[in-house]
């Protein structure tokens, strides 16, 4: 099925035009139900050859968000701290395993086998489009995100991935933004500094 009506402009504003990064939440849970329904649509989103390497980890006790801070730069550990959530967006370096059954036209595992940069490449660009489609979805369902890198990612891949070939992105913090702590809205480069028309 395709769609190609436009969506309307207010949601439009909710997705990007009035969207911001959080630095701060109100006190008001996120539900089990929501971050299962955000996961739900999130994964619908394309990835090369639908590898799906995104893994995800909902972190929401004190305990696990005092530790996550702790790998974390300073600006970024109270804003871990007092986050509802913050979302682990890792990379598994074995999606190719799961090739088989997420892509069953071919047996595309050869197309990898003994390229490690390409496997590295494919699992970091697809779960950047998984992180990239987490915001979007968590914005489409009424919440408010504040991407953040700025962390020690050797730290945290031990704390959330031990055992595992899972390697982290980014992390996300989730939650209803509280809006007296938003900065005012940095510049975007205009069109013509950017683009062609070919």
Known sequence: MTNTKAISDEA????????????GYRDVPVSDDILERLYN??????????CLPGRFIFVRTTDQKNKMAECAAPPNQDKIRNAPVVVVIGMDM?????????????????????????????????SSLQGAYLIMAARALGLDCGP?????????????????????????????GDPSKVFPRLPRHEFDDVCKLV
């Open 41 to 50: 649509v999130l994964r619908t989103g394309p990835t090369s050859m639908n």
């Open 12 to 23: 439009l504003n909710q997705l990007f035009l009035d969207a911001r990064s959080q630095n």
């Open 148 to 176: 953040m890198s700025g962390f020690n990612p050797q730290a945290m891949d031990a704390l959330f991935w031990s055992g595992t070939n899972v390697q982290t992105n980014f992390i996300c913090s989730l939650g209803y």
């Open 94 to 126: 074995d999606f190719v395993e799961t090739l088989p059954r997420l892509f069953p036209h071919a047996d595309m595992r050869g197309f990898y086998s003994g390229n490690d940069k390409l496997v590295e490449e494919t699992a970091f660009r697809n």
